[in-house]
């Protein structure tokens, strides 16, 4: 009896505890009743359409108090939502988390948000928010991080944000249409602001000296304003933490009526943490200063470029021993480069372009090992180029250009395997063009030796260079033929060889380039016709030709119509109908009377007068015959090199049928969207990968098969796969490619069977740094430029040495001029239309730009957001569909949520084994962390929701580079033995 009366007692009790948890308590009411009134006013809510159960805890972004149930967080960044926010949300007076950042959000900032008293983090950044900033804003008094940037916000900054919020440690008001001063007064005390991001706005004044009083700050940014006045002594000096300064393009001076920098520099002494101090544009006089040596030795980033800054370079800036980028162009420096210069051993990009510099290059510039970027360009530098360059493993641009070098180049800088851009224009260099400078095949971009006294012949060896876009050689004492193998250059869009001594003809095959757009042949002595291959050229679209000795008829199609006679003056043996030309007709005419004086003179029995008159005929005749028999050869050479190129390998469908052994089950390797992979072995044992298209997908694996032939013949880099050849039969379609052992980088990272074979780590970094390069020559250097649209690690492909290529362009996209790049986007060519895969996503769920969802058209960013996804997939062991299927994140977000505080979680699952070669010694083993660290923050670039924001293929190429060199160089002196085996690395 007791016993049943004590049960009841406790079923009463928890059914009245199980009661007060279930029935909605007024506060719950109002948080859900605003959350609908939220849900209202936006016209797309993407995943918020779910909203609607009983318990708003559960709803999508909605995060509540464990006890209270009131809602403590609402958290919809990058959710795709549209339209206004309403006031009602200022009933959630719980709230500590208010972020709609990264949507399309209109209208104004609702001044009710003032009464969020809780509320202690604020982002609607990245949004098309108009209007001032409420002043009301100033009533969080709890506020600790605002975020405002992005927007179209206007009107004066209100002055109640910087006074009243004293807990504020986070500002970012930038990218906006703010203006007036900045409202930080002397009875203002923002303590603990650490970040003040107010770039491009249009604020005006000086910096507050108040901002002293906020000694903890890292980071200062008003970049593109128009702040004015001296540049602070007293402000900086006070704010030992500060990381980041920027002040750049503003109209600041310096101190003594814009002639004395010392003070300010004086000032960041105590900075010693700074890392990075940008100045340009600003039109700062005087000198820079003794103390630049005297700043933070952590200092990465000098920018001082674009002022008025006059005297010498100072030799105590080799002080400033970790700095990575220095840029001093566009001043009056004079004086020369101090050699001390070298004593900066980690200096990568190094601008002194447009001075007053004289004097010699210092050879020791050979001497810094990571030097990718050198522009010295616009000064009056002298004496020849040092050899020393050719110490420079890592160095992808030289820019000499407008100076007063001289004698040779030097055949050393041949040994610049990474040069992608080599200009050495306007100087007075003098000899030959060296063979091995001639055959850097790495010259991406263009290769620009013109206005110097450089003489002979045009060497052979460029034929070499088949992905430069830019070759100018005018402007030269060059002599000799132009060697039909210069068609070999097949991305060339740009050939000047004006103003030489070259004689002979034009060879066909530099008409048959098939991305030529501009050929300046002007002020030579070339003769013969005009090849008809320049008629026929689809790319071409401005010709000069003027001043040389070509004969005969102008052709009237391609480019032609639309020249002028300007193209072709100077050429007496010419004729056309361009008006200002000779016309054919008359020269005819011309013929027929001059033949009729012969038969006069005979008739009038005068042979020696005839004879005069014949002798020189024959001498021209047999003069002309020869010039014939030339050309014709010279058209036979060049038909034999076209002939050459074009070999194309045949097999037909019977032999991949032998290779594959009838398609059989057992030789499949592979499936996709669009067909299955087969692995076979051709008669000569070549072993190969056959791509078989389903032709149950008609026009759209037809327009698949098209485009991946497009890129694949169009497209030549290490680390893209080769296409051997085609087989295409109406019902029948195969790409053949070379067999990659390893198979993809999805199958040996997860195997149908067995555990995970892991990555050492300067494997993953080398596969990091291979996908890179390879989309970096899609984006940019390829003759077409390539948008891939599928990058994932199931079409990255692994050979015997596990160098990665990228593979399967069936979705990829051409843009139609190689050039245009404006906004990154893709104008898609006529032969493979933007809708010819339609209802298809641009990519693979996980790894599509969140832009493609919402529209956007397929991007080099759109790429970069992929290859990031594979960065941060890579570090942590991640699919990114687990991720989002199984805690409702993407992998970026996944990341950023434990970056920097828990980088231990994110690299706890990462696919990695020790390597043997490496040793376990401390040094080797932070370098390996710092890589790690390195990486997942490249990750979270690549993956930022704002395409704008993400880096260039180039630009992280060339960062996963560097990395790799640091990883080598600690690593070559590894041993052997290995005394931690569970080590991560």
Known sequence: MFTSLILVLLFFRFATVAAAVVAPVPGQSRDRAALLAFRASISDGGQIDDWGSPDVCGWTGVTCHLTKRRVLQLVLTGQGLRGAITPAVANLSFLAVLD??????TGGIPAELGALSRLKQLSLANNLLSGPVPTELGLLRRLVYLDL???????????????????????????????????????????????????????????????????????????????????????????????????????????????????????????????????????????????????SPNLRQLDLEENFISGPIPVNISNLVNLTYLNLSNNY????????????????????????????????????????????????????????????????????HNNMLSGAIPPSLGNCMNLEILDLSHNRLSGIIPADVAALSSLKLFLNLSSNLLEGPIPLELSKMDMILALDLSSNNLSGVIPPQLGGCIALEYLNLSGNSLRGALPSSIGALPYLRVLDLSANGLVGAIPQSLQASDSLRQLNISYNNFSGVIPNGGVFSSLSADSFLGNSGLCSSIAGVDSCGSTRVRVRRSAILPIVLTLIGTPCVLFLFLYPAVVRLRAKSTRLLTFKRQILVDSEESNKEKEHRRISHRELVEATRGFADSTLIGAGRFGLVYKGVLRDQTRVAVKVLDPKNGAEISGSFERECQVLKRTRHRNLIRVITTCSRPDFKALVLPLMPKGSLESYLYPSEGPSRGLHLNQLLNIISDVAEGMAYLHHYSPVRVVHCDLKPSNVLLDDDMRAVVSDFGIARLMREAGDESNGSITHDHSTPYNSITGLLQGSVGYIAPEYGLGGNPSIQGDVYSFGVLVLELITGKRPTNVVFHEGLTLHEWVKHHYPHDIESIISQAPLRRSPSFADSLSYQKLAWDVMFELVELGLVCTQFSPSRRPTMVDVAHEITLLKEDLAKHSGDASESCSTPDSSF
């Open 149 to 295: 940037g992005g927007n179209r916000l206007s009107e004066r900054i209100p002055g109640t944000l910087f006074c009243n919020c004293s807990s504020l440690q986070y500002v970012d008001l930038s990218n906006n249409s703010l203006a007036g001063e900045i409202p930080y007064s002397a009875q203002c005390r923002l303590a603990d602001l650490r970040f003040l991001l107010l770039w491009s706005n249009n604020l005006d004044g000086p910096i507050p000296p108040a901002l002293s009083n906020s000694s903890m700050l890292e980071w200062v940014d008003t970049e593109s304003n128009f702040l004015s006045g001296e540049l602070p002594s007293d402000i900086f000096d006070k704010t030992p933490r500060l990381q980041y300064l920027y002040l750049s393009y503003n109209n600041f001076s310096s101190g003594a009526g814009n002639t004395n920098l010392e003070p300010f520099f004086a000032s960041l002494r105590n900075c010693t943490q700074l890392q990075e101090l940008e100045l340009a544009g600003n039109g700062l006089g005087g000198a820079i200063p003794p103390s630049v040596g005297e700043l």
């Open 100 to 105: 709609l950042s990264n949507n399309f959000l």
């Open 333 to 400: 420096l004079n004086g020369s480069i101090p050699p001390e210069i070298s004593r900066l051993r980690k200096l990568e990009r190094v601008y002194l372009l447009n001075n007053f510099l004289a004097g010699e290059i210092p050879p020791s510039l050979g001497e810094i090992p990571h030097l990718g970027l050198v522009d010295f360009s616009g000064n009056q530098l002298s004496a020849t180029i040092p050899d020393t360059f050719a110490n420079l493993t890592q160095l992808r641009r030289l820019m000499l």
